[in-house]
């Protein structure tokens, strides 16, 4: 097939992401949507297409795969690949590829804007003089200097977390399947078990991906384990902190306060129509509403899902995008994150 032959679709595309995409990919049919791909959006040019790219809130079910034919190839623009059936790409030959390395600094600075918002109650102190009181009672904060810094997962992002956790002079212990002595002595931190890392530090940072093995990884007994007063920090996915437990521990004061990019659930936090259309539906609206409850308290601050989101950032998405798709066409795929029955053009 000649490029132009290639229809691809993109979903949830900014106007400028758009713009960028077009003009790195003249020569295949392309067509962009604002909106995120859902099965009752699916029109008949979409169907038609090779090539789908999407984002991270777009669930790509077998049911969605089924409906379209053509389908050869799904890149998703993100790291994250848990909301593709990868079961069903392997078994219709459909290769699915990732953008494995993009914000690991982004990432990594939006952690510390979250840690720095509750270290020294910037967005209570913002709140406060917002309604023209300007009182400093109640907003104390605590130093970084001194304080030690948990890491769990020290991947590409936890790495660079820890630089900057030592740039503040903070003491830092990590947990990751993989240990890497060299980078520890290099970089000055300590790797120690998670049971450990919990009961020591002060503040706790998550950076791990949502795989079976860590959903629910900071459950009830994990938080229950917490050095009383320390902080919860979650740019990672919603899923790795169980909400009901993390609702539990702030109760209790074992959390002083949570910094949080991403919760379970947020798919449905604005999209109330969609989710009565949802199945289990009633389950679905128990986490909205503890969702919710959660959002409301003092000490937690919210972000929706930005930590990935600089202009620096996008544009290496939107690079190794059309990289994906490039090598993919010259029968060569990248980033590939399946096993499909095929990779043949």
């Known amino acids: 097939m000649s490029p132009k032959t290639w229809r691809a679709a993109f979903y949830s595309v900014e106007p400028e992401a758009r713009e960028y995409l077009a003009s790195r990919l003249e020569d295949l049919d392309t067509r962009f949507y604002s909106e995120p791909l859902e099965p009752s959006r699916i029109d008949e040019w979409t169907v038609g297409s090779h090539i789908l790219s999407v984002f991270i809130k777009e669930p790509i079910t077998d049911e969605v795969m089924a409906r379209l034919p053509n389908l050869r190839l799904i890149t998703t623009r993100s790291t994250g690949y848990d909301h593709i059936d990868l079961e069903a790409a392997d078994r219709r030959g459909i290769t699915v590829c990732n953008v494995p390395h ?132 979650n740019t990672s996915r919603g899923g790795v902190v169980d909400t009901d437990a993390l609702l539990w521990a702030l109760d209790e004061g074992i959390l002083a306060g949570a910094g949080l990019d991403v919760v379970e659930g947020e798919e449905w936090i604005t999209e109330e129509q969609e989710l009565l259309k949802a199945p289990a539906a009633e389950e679905k609206l128990r986490m909205a509403v503890r969702v919710h409850l959660l959002l409301q308290r003092d000490n937690v601050v919210f972000t929706p899902h930005i930590a990935f989101n600089s202009k620096e950032a996008l544009e290496r998405i939107l690079d190794t995008t059309v990289a994906n798709i490039r090598a993919f066409l010259k029968g060569t795929p990248q980033n590939v994150v399946n096993h499909p029955a095929t990779h043949e053009n």
């Open 102 to 233: 993009y914000g690991e600094n982004t990432v990594a600075e939006h952690t510390f804007a979250l840690i720095l918002a509750l270290s020294r109650r910037v967005h209570e102190a913002w709140v406060r003089t917002q309604r023209g009181d300007f009182s400093i009672q109640g907003l104390r904060g605590f130093d970084l200097y001194g304080k030690t810094l948990g890491v769990v997962g020290a991947g590409s992002i936890g790495l660079h977390v820890i630089r900057i956790a030592r740039g503040f002079g903070m003491h830092v212990l990590a947990y990751d399947v993989h240990p890497n002595q060299l980078l520890a002595d290099v970089l000055g931190f300590t790797y120690v078990s998670l049971d450990d890392l919990l009961t020591q530090s002060d503040i706790v940072t998550l950076h791990v991906p949502l795989l079976p093995s860590t959903h629910h990884l900071m459950n009830r007994e994990r938080l229950s384990r917490l050095k009383r007063g320390a902080v919860l920090i």
